[in-house]
């Protein structure tokens, strides 16, 4: 039996990344690698400088909150040692243009309070805003990144935004105050509701005529 391109891949990984490669799947057609926050900077090194693989472009990065998914996965992550919060990951994506390879990357931060990861932005360049955005929304702080500031929220803002326990309406309200001459911050001023959306439809749909 021939071995398939993502076989040979992923024998290349388990051979070179060994005990740093906490595990490996097959999903949508690429193959998912699960590294510790710890070794994440020097599996990001060997992914680019190691002939088999050559992994010289990040294509992206994101964060993923799995709070909604019971603080785990598939995966079963928080079962590995030495691992101590599962609600949040990191996500590089990978491009090998000479080997014609991508491959997905998944860091779990230690902490679910901190979230800590290592940056990657002496590996690939391209990273520094994708980490800026990540800790922006997620509040996943990349420890040794040069200028980790907010990139989309107020430089006010107050929490991370996709955490998923931030209000819709918001903490604070922003207006212009005239006697002050200038832009000041105040508590919300929009009373909670529920917003249930009004479906239209016309009459007879759904009866199949």
């Known amino acids: ?21 906490v595990s490996i799947d097959e999903q949508f057609g690429e193959l998912t690698a699960v590294v510790r926050p710890e070794d994440m900077l020097s599996v990001s090194e060997l992914l ?16 993923i909150d799995y709070i909604a998914y019971g603080r785990s996965d598939s995966l079963e ?10 609600r949040f990951a990191v996500i590089y994506h990978l491009l090998s243009v000479e080997n014609n390879n991508r491959l997905r990357v998944k860091v779990f931060a230690g902490d ?3 979230p800590v990861v290592d940056s990657v932005i002496g590996t690939w360049p391209a990273v520094n805003w994708f980490e800026r955005e990540a800790f922006d929304l997620f509040g996943i702080v990349f420890t040794g990144h040069p200028d980790l500031r907010r990139i989309l929220t107020d430089y006010g ?19 212009y ?10 508590p919300v001023s929009i009373e909670p509701r529920e917003i249930t959306p009004h479906v239209i439809r016309e009459t007879g749909y759904g009866d199949g005529g």
């Open 48 to 63: 680019r400088d190691r002939v088999e693989l050559n992994f010289d472009t990040l294509i992206d990065l994101c964060g």
């Open 157 to 175: 803002f107050i929490g991370n935004p996709f955490r998923k326990d931030f209000p819709i309406t918001g903490n604070v309200e922003m207006r």
């Open 77 to 86: 992550i928080n079962e590995k040692p030495g691992q101590n919060g599962t």
């Open 112 to 114: 679910d309070v901190f």
């Open 177 to 186: 105050d005239a006697e002050q001459k200038r832009v000041i911050y105040q």
């Open 1 to 21: 039996m021939s071995i398939t391109h993502l076989e040979q891949l992923s024998s290349s990984l388990q051979n070179i990344l060994e005990s740093k490669l």
